[in-house]
Every structure is written in structure tokens, then in C-alpha cells.
């Protein structure tokens, strides 16, 4: 699996493009905005979009899906069904956030713990991790030994837990409990920011080492 990041919004969300390289098929994860920016990459990557994968529903990570949906014709696939409410108040979060209007979507497939998701022969494994937001999931290829993370954890920090729903013990549990048994390897994309190792964070981050 080969990867692009690709930052949108005015919150420099990491977007991701994500291409299997046998089949040249790809996804894009977290289309937050700027989709003529995401979709000039894919022309320059020359790969087939085939879905939308999604990690959780704030506005810097789902506010462009249901265009991008529409305009490709891409089936949506996540998060889990526990940011329901988030995705029922995208046009609130875009007023607050003064964001461009973004329409309200349902995914074709909302996501549990221990799915699979697969983008061309390549298959990542669905890892519910909660506390950032109630429906935050987690994509892991274990072949090459990538996580999309999304804001569950960051290189020397970790998601916030403040805004409704979120709670920071459930997210400590999330990274402890499920993310750092992958192994120390495991390199990780978060939403924000530079890339790290769970090898790394768990040496050196403040809130979880």
C-alpha cells in the first residue's frame, strides 16, 4: 500500500489517499475540504477511485464526503455508527467552524470493531478506538505495518476529549489497550501534524508513555 497526504481546511487536516499498488484501486480517507486540491492528486497518482473511508465525523475530516461522494459517485464506508450525531450536525459545525456548507450524508457501511475494509487486494483491519469522538475507528494495514489514526493520537499528544461526547479515559484505554499492542513498529498517520511510531509514543509522549 502506497500513500499520499494530502492537508486541507484551514486546520491542515492530513487527508490521505491511500492506493493498492496491484490494482492501482484507491480511497480517500477524511476528506475534510479542498477537494479540487485531493482530487488533483489523485489525477497525479493516475489511480481509480473506488471508496471513502472515514475515521470520525468532525467537520476538518467529513466536510467534503458527500460532495465528493456525489461528484465521484464513491460509496462511503465509516465511521462507526456512535458519530451519528456528529454527521446529523455537520451544517451546525460548519457555521461554527466557518467552514463551507457541507450536506449531511449516511454511509453505505458504518464500521464495528474487527471489520475488514478492503481498497483493490488491499485489506485494513477496523479498530474501534473511542474517547476523541464516541465512533472514532482506526485503519490498520498490518502487511505494511501502517495506521490511519486520525486524531485518537498525534506525534507527542493525543485528541482532545472536550467537545460533546468525547471522554479522555475512554481515549487513554483506546491507545493503550488497542493501539500499542500492534507493536512498536507500527508506523501511524494521524490527522494532524507529523507522522510517529507507536514505538515512539510510547517512549516519549507525555500523556500515554
Not at 492506493?19 to 479540487?36: F, M, R, W
Not at 505495518?145 to 460533546?164: E, K, Y
Not at 494521524?190 to 515512539?200: L, N
Request: hydrophobic share 35%; glycine share 12%.
Amino acid at each position: 500500500m502506497k500513500y499520499r497526504i494530502i492537508p486541507v481546511t484551514p486546520f491542515q487536516q492530513n487527508c490521505s489517499l491511500i492506493c493498492c499498488e496491484k490494482t492501482n484501486k484507491a480511497a480517500v480517507v477524511d476528506p475534510g475540504g479542498d477537494l479540487d486540491k485531493i482530487l488533483s492528486v489523485v489525477a497525479e497518482e493516475g489511480v481509480e477511485l473506488e471508496k471513502i473511508l472515514l475515521t470520525h465525523a468532525h467537520i476538518d475530516h467529513a466536510g467534503g464526503t458527500s460532495e465528493l461522494a456525489e461528484r465521484q459517485g464513491l460509496p462511503i464506508e465509516g465511521p462507526h455508527k456512535g458519530d451519528q450525531f456528529w454527521i446529523d450536525g455537520l451544517a451546525q459545525q460548519s457555521q461554527m467552524f466557518n467552514f463551507p456548507p457541507c450536506e449531511v450524508f449516511t454511509p453505505g457501511r458504518w464500521l464495528e470493531d474487527g471489520d475488514k475494509v478492503v481498497v483493490g487486494e488491499t485489506e485494513l483491519a477496523v479498530i474501534h478506538c473511542p474517547g476523541h469522538t464516541p465512533g472514532h475507528v482506526v485503519f490498520y494495514n498490518p502487511e505494511d505495518q501502517v495506521a490511519l489514526v486520525g486524531d485518537v493520537l498525534f506525534n507527542g499528544s493525543i485528541g482532545r476529549t472536550d467537545f460533546p461526547q468525547g471522554n479522555h479515559q475512554e481515549l487513554i484505554d483506546s491507545i493503550k489497550n488497542k493501539l500499542f499492542p500492534l507493536g512498536p513498529d507500527v508506523e501511524f498517520i494521524p490527522g494532524h501534524g507529523p507522522g510517529s511510531t507507536f514505538g515512539q509514543e510510547m517512549q516519549s509522549n507525555p500523556y500515554v508513555r
